[in-house]
C-alpha cells in the first residue's frame, strides 16, 4: 500500500481524510486507483492536456518527481506520496 | 466599503472570502487580493500619500488589511540613493539603489511583508504565527512577532549563515532547523500548515504578505518625484518580488498616481540556483526545479513558487533575465560597497553582478533611469565575503612603528 497525502483543498473530495491508502505500482496508476475510490480527484490533479497541473507539485518519499521520472515514477509498497499546492514560500 | 472584496484565484478567477487561503481549491492557482479600486482612486493622492507617515504605511490604501496597522508600524521607506560612483563607474548616467539593507527593525524588505502579514494575522484572529525562511523572512517574523507578543516558529535549512540563525534565536521563537534545503523545509511547511491553525506568512496568509512588497515599487516612484523608472533589476528567489514590484507600477498607473509606465523589468538569479533566469533564457514559460548550489543562500530556492509569473512580467515589460556566478557575487558586494559605502548581503551581490552584465551587454543604457533593488544587509553573510577582504593590518601602540609600517614621513 501506498500512503498518499492530501492537501486541504483536496479534502472536501476525500471525505475530510488529510491521508489514503491506496495501492499503484507507479505515480499515474496510483492516481487512477484514487479516483475509483475518491471520483473527481483526477480532474482536481490534471490539467485538460492529462498533465498534473502548474500549480501542484507531487513528492514521492520526499523527492519531487519531476526529480524522477514525472508520473511514470514507480512507487512500491510502503512508499510515501505527498500532494502539496505549489504556491507557498519565498524568501 | 471595504478596499478587499474577495479573494480570487489568478488562474480560473474563482473567489473566495477575505480568510486565511492561499490556493484555488479547483485549479490550485494563487489566490490574490482582489480590491474595489474605484473606491480607492476616489480617497487616494499624491498628497495624502505625501502627509502620510514615514514607513511602508503611507500607502495602506493600497495594503490588504482592514483596520490601523498593529504590527511593523516603522518598516518601508528607506533611502532611494543616488549612486553616482557606481553609475560612474559602470556607464549609467542615473542610477539609483533602493536601500532596505537599513530596513526596519531586521535590516532586510522582509520587514515589510512581514509588517502586512502579521497585521492582517491579528486582524483574523491567529496568535501563532510561523514561516518558511532562507533566513531574512524569519529573522523578520521572529522580531516582529516578539513585539506583537504573539507565539512564533520559524522553519529554515540546515545551513544558514550564522548571524542568520543568531538573528532568530535572539527573539527566543521555536527556531525549527530542517535538515534539507529550503526546498524541504518549503514542502515541509505547506504539510504542517494542513494540519495546524496557525498563521504561515508565506503560505496560509501569502496572499497579504505578497503584497507588502508592493511598497518597494511605490517608494520608488514617490521618491523619484513621481515618476517610474526606465530599468530596475530585481533579485529572484521565488520571484514573487518581481511579480509584485510589476505589480505596484501598474496599481498606480491604473490609479492615475503615474502617468506612464516605461520600466522594464530585470531579474537576477545565482547561476548555482536560476531555475527562473534559464527558463527565460530559453524562451519557456515553465521552469524546471533545480537543486541550489550558491552562497546565495536568500535566494536559493529551486522551486520557485512565483516562477511563472515572474517569467511573465519579465516579458510584458521587455525586460531581461541574467545570471552572475559565486565570485561574480563577492566582487560585485565588494564594488557596492567600496563604491557607495553600502556592504549588501549575497542577494544585493547578485543583483548589482546582474546589473553590471546588463549594462555591458547595452540591455541597460547610459541614459536609462535604473534602480536596484539592494534587500539585505552584508553584516547577516559574512561568510560569503570573509575570505576576500583581506586582514586588518596588526601594529603595536608606537608612533614609530605605525610611521614604518605605512611609510610615511613623520607630519606628512
Not at chain 2, 36 to 44: F, L, M, P, T, V
Request: charged content about 25%; aromatic content about 8%; some cysteine.
Amino acid at each position: 500500500m501506498i500512503t498518499v497525502r492530501i492537501p486541504t483543498p483536496l479534502r472536501t473530495v476525500t471525505g475530510g481524510q488529510s491521508e489514503v491508502q491506496v495501492e499503484g505500482s507507479t505515480v499515474s496508476e496510483m492516481i487512477e486507483k484514487l479516483a475509483e475510490v475518491h471520483p473527481g480527484i483526477k480532474e482536481r490533479l490534471y490539467d485538460e492536456r492529462g498533465e498534473v497541473r502548474r500549480f501542484i507539485n507531487i513528492y514521492v518519499n520526499e523527492e519531487d518527481i519531476r526529480f524522477l521520472t514525472g508520473k511514470d515514477t514507480p512507487l512500491k509498497d510502503g512508499d510515501e506520496v505527498s500532494i502539496v499546492p505549489a504556491i507557498a514560500g519565498g524568501g | 466599503m471595504p478596499k478587499m472584496q474577495a479573494l480570487s484565484c489568478r488562474e480560473c478567477g474563482k473567489e473566495y472570502p477575505t480568510r486565511d487561503l492561499h490556493v484555488c481549491e479547483l485549479c490550485f492557482g494563487p489566490l490574490e487580493v482582489k480590491y474595489d479600486y474605484e473606491a480607492i482612486k476616489g480617497r487616494i493622492s499624491r498628497a495624502k500619500i505625501e502627509s502620510g507617515p514615514y514607513s511602508l504605511w503611507r500607502y495602506h490604501d493600497l495594503l490588504p488589511v482592514e483596520g490601523e496597522p498593529t504590527v511593523g508600524l516603522y518598516a518601508g521607506f528607506t533611502p532611494l540613493i543616488r549612486a553616482r560612483n557606481l553609475g560612474a563607474f559602470l556607464g549609467i548616467d542615473e542610477l539609483y539603489l533602493k536601500n532596505d539593507c537599513v530596513n526596519h527593525p531586521t535590516l532586510s524588505f522582509k520587514d515589510r511583508v512581514v509588517a502586512v502579514a502579521l497585521t492582517r494575522a491579528r486582524e483574523l484572529g491567529f496568535e501563532t504565527v510561523a514561516c518558511a525562511s532562507t533566513g531574512n523572512l524569519a529573522n523578520s517574523v521572529a522580531a516582529h512577532a516578539a513585539a506583537a507578543g504573539m507565539q512564533c516558529y520559524v522553519f529554515i535549512p540546515g545551513d544558514l549563515e550564522a548571524a542568520k540563525i543568531l538573528g532568530n534565536l535572539i527573539y527566543r521563537p521555536n527556531v525549527v532547523e530542517v535538515e534539507g534545503t529550503y526546498d524541504d523545509v518549503n514542502r515541509l511547511c505547506s504539510e504542517i500548515a494542513g494540519e495546524h491553525r496557525w498563521a504561515f506568512v508565506n503560505i496560509n496568509i501569502r496572499p497579504y504578505y505578497a503584497e507588502g512588497s508592493k511598497t518597494l515599487a511605490f517608494e520608488t516612484v514617490e521618491q523619484l518625484g513621481w515618476r517610474a523608472p526606465d530599468q530596475v533589476v530585481i533579485p529572484m528567489a521565488s520571484g514573487s518580488l518581481l511579480t509584485k514590484i510589476w505589480k505596484g507600477l501598474k496599481e498606480f498607473e491604473k490609479l492615475g498616481l503615474l502617468d506612464h509606465v516605461p520600466t522594464k523589468l530585470n531579474g537576477a538569479q545565482a547561476e548555482g540556483c536560476s531555475p527562473i533566469a534559464t527558463a527565460y533564457r530559453q524562451g519557456r514559460d515553465f521552469f524546471k526545479p533545480v537543486k541550489p548550489q550558491t552562497i546565495a543562500k536568500s535566494l536559493a530556492i529551486g522551486n520557485p513558487a512565483d516562477g511563472y509569473y515572474a517569467l511573465k512580467a519579465t516579458a510584458e515589460s521587455k525586460g531581461a533575465m541574467e545570471t552572475v556566478t559565486d565570485d561574480e557575487i563577492v566582487d560585485a558586494i565588494k564594488l557596492l560597497a567600496q563604491t557607495e559605502g553600502i556592504f549588501a548581503e549575497t542577494a544585493g551581490g547578485v543583483t548589482i553582478g546582474v546589473l553590471r552584465k546588463l549594462v555591458k551587454q547595452g540591455v541597460i543604457r547610459r541614459n536609462d533611469v535604473t534602480v536596484a533593488y539592494i534587500t539585505g544587509n552584508g553584516l547577516k553573510t559574512q561568510e560569503a565575503v570573509i575570505d576576500a577582504v583581506g586582514r586588518p593590518i596588526r601594529i603595536q601602540p608606537s608612533l614609530t612603528h605605525f610611521t614604518k609600517t605605512f611609510g610615511l614621513k613623520e607630519g606628512a
